[in-house]
């Protein structure tokens, strides 16, 4: 019995052939040459193959080929190695297949970024209270319009829900401001007024940093009925808590407990 890889190794140096050289001129990978020399066989793709390389690798070295092959099948011919075409003949993934990678890639982050923000949004709903609608009270005399009480709103408040209790106390007043963030002419008078009775208020209204709390409406312990000449315009803060107006809104009756409806004449 003979080293198959020293023999190798030997009649390469001594020709002055490096690894890669002979790797060229015989169109083997330099790491199988290296496997050759080092009787390191089990990284070969197989016996098969590694029988060629010996062909191949000998017959360049001008040794007897023959001679090394039948010592590698007598002690290797049992070798439990299975062939590996790709590990053989490694092939180049193609631009068309690395875009379609990519693009899965990009497909799969798409599709749990939409999980995760799913379930985001169906905890917050769970937590959070949904889009409401808060009827106001009636006010005598008047159709009352539903105005609507975005949750999400920090602005907004329940009008119902913070306003003082309902009370027949002549000692009830309600304290209201209007805070303008666009040009509004106000007419404010009495709640249960007569036609024709002279306004509390009549004013042009324009935005005022200076005054950061808003406008206070004159003192009427029968409460007052607001009107705007144009929706969507101001805040009223009453009874320190800030009321909304709906987008539509146009008359508004505050009663002497500081209980805001929306009205239509």
Known sequence: MFEIGATLRTAREQRGISIDTAAEATKIRSSYLVALEEEDF????????????????????????????????ER????????DADVMFPRRRSARSTRQASRQSGIVIVAIVGIVAIAILIVIAATYP??????????????????TEAAVNPVATAITAQTAPDSTSAAAQAVVF?????????????????????????????????????????????????????????????NDSPVVPGPTDTLLSIDPNGRVSAVTE
Do not use: C, M
């Open 42 to 73: 089990e990284r070969l793709p197989g016996p098969t193959y590694a029988r060629g390389f010996l062909r191949s690798y000998s017959e360049f070295l001008d040794l007897d080929a023959q001679l090394l092959i039948d010592e590698f099948s």
């Open 76 to 83: 290797f011919s049992s070798a439990p190695w299975e062939v």
């Open 130 to 147: 949904a889009l409401r609608a808060t009827p106001l009270p009636a006010t005598a005399g008047t159709n009352v319009v539903t105005v």
């Open 178 to 238: 209007v805070k303008p963030f666009a040009q509004v002419t106000l007419t404010v008078r009495a709640l249960g007024s007569p036609e024709g009775t002279t306004p509390l208020l009549q004013q042009k209204f324009d935005p005022d940093p200076k005054k950061p709390n808003g406008f206070q409406l004159p003192k009427s312990a029968s409460g007052y009925l607001i009107r705007l000449d144009r929706p969507n315009t101001l805040t009223l803060v009453v």
